[in-house]
């Protein structure tokens, strides 16, 4: 098993700056994908980001590309997302998931959840 905490939300105006970390425990050398996903109200789980076990690869969705940027410290066993000029639209629940086998933006291949940290950008 992998326990993920998110940590690093909060309210924002826009325009602003957060830095969410998420800290990986127990069967870490399982891991190899790290992401993030977030759910608006009302909205299904969208995917942000990714980064492989290496941190050789990454992807976006193209809403955040150029603002936000992921990084992992495998000695910390964590990963973080920098997120800068953040909008109202990117107001969600942000959740950390690990993946053991795939290297994709489908929540479906993701087998650990955080349990999610609330991001809040005002106008």
């Known amino acids: 098993q992998v326990q993920l905490v998110e940590s690093g939300g909060g309210l924002v105006q826009a325009g602003g700056s957060l830095r969410l970390s998420c800290a990986a425990s127990?069967?870490?050398?399982?891991?190899?994908?790290l992401g993030w996903f977030r759910q608006a109200p009302g909205k299904e789980r969208a995917f942000v980001a990714n980064?492989?076990?290496?941190?050789?690869?990454?992807a976006y969705v193209d809403s955040v590309k150029g603002r936000f940027t992921i990084s992992r410290d495998n000695a910390k066993n964590t990963v973080y997302l920098q997120m800068n000029s953040l909008k109202p639209e990117d107001t969600a629940v942000y959740y950390c998931?690990?993946?053991?086998?795939?290297?994709?933006?489908?929540?479906?291949?993701?087998?650990?959840w955080g349990q999610g940290t609330q991001v809040t950008v005002s106008s």
């Open positions: 998931a690990a993946a053991r086998n795939y290297y994709n933006s489908a929540p479906i291949t993701y087998d650990y």
């Open positions: 980064i492989n076990w290496s941190g050789s690869s990454t």
């Open positions: 127990g069967r870490t050398f399982s891991i190899y994908t």
